[in-house]
């Protein structure tokens, strides 16, 4: 039971996975014209892009997916086979995450594509750089200068 279970979040883990990238690029898209500040932060848009990285590389290099293996390793403890789940989230997350019949060509393109993409955005609307140990310049007060007053 509890293997089906841990089997049933390292699914729900690689969903989240594949969204931080999808949704990741979207949400980029949709700041660049609106000039959104926040999206141009290095961490979000660096390890967005290491994040399909790793997956491109995983697919032109034909290795299995981690996660993958790990679900499957899990389902086998469980007595589980790798299509199936005994609970309702984890087969809705698993044939979400999971296409049946579909050449791994289609897969490696879509992923080689997708990486290209994310390189682009960050051509067309680059991150700003890291800012280590600089505190912003503030403008010195201006000095008061003392009135001789006549009498």
Known sequence: MWYGIAADLMVAVHVAYVAYVILGQLV???AAPMKWQWARNPWFRFTHLLAIGVVAYEAINH???PLTVWEEQL???A???FNGSETFMGRLLHDLLFV???PEIAFTIGYCGMALLVAQGLVM???RWFRFGRSKE?????QLVPVAVNE
């Open 28 to 30: 980029i898209v949709i």
């Open 63 to 65: 290795l299995r997916c």
């Open 75 to 77: 389902r086998a403890l």
């Open 79 to 81: 007595g589980q086979g």
């Open 100 to 102: 049946e019949n579909m």
């Open 125 to 127: 609307y680059p991150p």
């Open 138 to 142: 503030v403008a010195p007060a201006p």
